[in-house]
C-alpha cells in the first residue's frame, strides 16, 4: 500500500496493491498490520458503513463532538469528490480542506481522522461508499457544518449543478457558528 499525506497532513490518501489479469482483480482493502506498518496508526474500527448515492447527491459536512470518529472511506462502485475539513481549534490548519477523488477504478481510500468534518458529493450516475469508523454513530453527538460555508470554500467539482442534500445537512452551520473541537 501506498501512503500519501495531503496538504493537511495527517489525512491520508491510500492506494492498495491490486493484483489483476483477464479474470479480474483482488487487493487487500484493509489489512491491520499494513495499515500500522504504512501509516503509523494502530486503530480499532468498531463500524463499518456503506451508503449508495445518486448523482449530484451531498452528504456532510459531518462529524461527532463526542466519541470523535475516524473514518476509512472508500467507493466500491462509482466515484465521488470526498473531503475533510479540519475543525479543530489548536490546529494550524484549522478551518482548511482536503479533497480526493475516491472511485470503483482508483479503488484508493481517504483516511479521516478525528477532529475533523467529513462529505462527498457524488460525481458519477450513482456511488456506492463504505467506511471503517474508529467509534460508533451517537446521534446525539452529531454536528454539520454547511457544506457551502464561505469561510471554509471548499471547491465541490458540482459544474453548475445544485447538490441534492437531506434536510439535516441543509440546516448545517456555519464553522464560525458551529461546536467545534479544542
Given at each position: 500500500?501506498?501512503?500519501?499525506?495531503?496538504?493537511?497532513?495527517?489525512?491520508?490518501?491510500?492506494?492498495?496493491?491490486v493484483f489483476g489479469d483477464?479474470?479480474?482483480?483482488?487487493?487487500?482493502?484493509?489489512?491491520?498490520?499494513?495499515?500500522?506498518?504504512?501509516?503509523?496508526?494502530?486503530?480499532?474500527?468498531?463500524?463499518?458503513?456503506?451508503?449508495?448515492?445518486?448523482?449530484?447527491?451531498?452528504?456532510?459536512?459531518?462529524?461527532?463532538?463526542?466519541?470523535?470518529?475516524?473514518?476509512?472511506?472508500?467507493?466500491?462502485?462509482?466515484?465521488?469528490?470526498?473531503?475533510?475539513?479540519?475543525?479543530?481549534?489548536?490546529?494550524?490548519?484549522?478551518?482548511?480542506?482536503?479533497?480526493?477523488?475516491?472511485?470503483?477504478?482508483?479503488?484508493?481510500?481517504?483516511?479521516?481522522?478525528?477532529?475533523?468534518?467529513?462529505?462527498?458529493?457524488?460525481?458519477?450516475?450513482?456511488?456506492?461508499?463504505?467506511?471503517?469508523?474508529?467509534?460508533?454513530?451517537?446521534?446525539?453527538?452529531?454536528?454539520?457544518?454547511?457544506w457551502n460555508d464561505?469561510?471554509?470554500?471548499?471547491?465541490?467539482?458540482?459544474?453548475?449543478?445544485?447538490?441534492?442534500?437531506?434536510?439535516?445537512?441543509?440546516?448545517?452551520?456555519?464553522?464560525?457558528?458551529?461546536?467545534?473541537?479544542?
Open positions: 500500500m501506498q501512503v500519501q499525506p495531503l496538504a493537511i497532513p495527517e489525512v491520508l490518501l491510500l492506494t492498495p496493491r483477464e479474470r479480474g482483480f483482488f487487493f487487500e482493502s484493509f489489512n491491520a498490520r499494513a495499515f500500522r506498518e504504512a501509516t503509523g496508526l494502530s486503530l480499532d474500527f468498531v463500524q463499518d458503513n456503506h451508503s449508495r448515492s445518486v448523482r449530484h447527491v451531498l452528504r456532510g459536512l459531518h462529524y461527532q463532538v463526542e466519541q470523535a470518529q475516524g473514518k476509512l472511506v472508500r467507493v466500491v462502485q462509482g466515484e465521488v469528490f470526498d473531503v475533510a475539513v479540519d475543525i479543530r481549534r489548536s490546529s494550524p490548519t484549522f478551518g482548511q480542506w482536503v479533497g480526493a477523488r475516491l472511485s470503483a477504478e482508483n479503488k484508493q481510500q481517504l483516511w479521516v481522522p478525528p477532529g475533523f468534518a467529513h462529505g462527498f458529493v457524488t460525481l458519477s450516475e450513482s456511488a456506492e461508499f463504505l467506511y471503517k469508523t474508529t467509534d460508533y454513530y451517537a446521534p446525539a453527538h452529531e454536528r454539520c457544518i454547511a464561505p469561510e471554509i470554500a471548499v471547491d465541490w467539482p458540482l459544474e453548475g449543478n445544485t447538490p441534492q442534500v437531506s434536510a439535516k445537512d441543509a440546516q448545517g452551520l456555519s464553522l464560525a457558528s458551529a461546536e467545534l473541537f479544542p
